[in-house]
Structure formats: structure tokens, C-alpha cells
């Protein structure tokens, strides 16, 4: 049981790559994409993503995730880590 977080984190990250998503160096819970100047940032805290960006590509890449997960959205955050 405790190699379970990891095995699903190893099958996010492989999907996230697999959709063009680079992980940042910095974080390993970092994502991010530029496409054509317009930037994307996707940051997964525990069992939750959190997109940051273009309107367009965090569509595309919602779409993208719910073809191989199921997921929910819960609308727009206004906050995170209490600020």
C-alpha cells in the first residue's frame, strides 16, 4: 500500500508528458506548456490540478485528461494555501 501514491503519480506524469506537458526542473509537482506565446502552468497538489493560464489550453488540456481519468471540475479557485 505505501508504493500507491507513487504509482499513480508515476501514471500522471507519464500521461501529462505524453500530452506535451514539460515538468518543471524546480518542482516536480510543476507542469508547464508554450504554445504559440500563450502560456499554460498545471500544478497537481496531492490528488487535485490546479491550471494556471490561456483559456485555450487549459481547455485542451481538460479535455485531454478526462479521455484517460475521471475527473471533476469544481469551476474557477479564488483561493489556495490560505491566500
Do not use: W
Not at 518542482?27 to 496531492?46: A, C, E, P, Q, R
Amino acid at each position: 500500500m505505501k508504493q500507491a501514491p507513487r504509482a499513480c503519480y508515476a501514471h500522471i506524469n507519464g500521461y501529462l508528458v505524453k500530452l506535451g506537458v514539460t515538468r518543471s526542473s524546480a518542482d516536480s509537482n510543476l507542469y508547464f506548456k508554450v504554445v504559440k506565446g500563450m502560456h499554460f502552468i498545471l500544478v497537481l497538489y496531492v490528488d487535485d490540478l490546479v491550471f494556471i493560464g490561456s483559456e485555450p489550453l487549459i481547455i485542451e488540456c481538460e479535455r485531454d485528461l478526462a479521455s484517460g481519468f475521471d475527473m471533476k471540475d469544481i469551476d474557477m479557485m479564488y483561493y489556495f494555501m490560505g491566500l
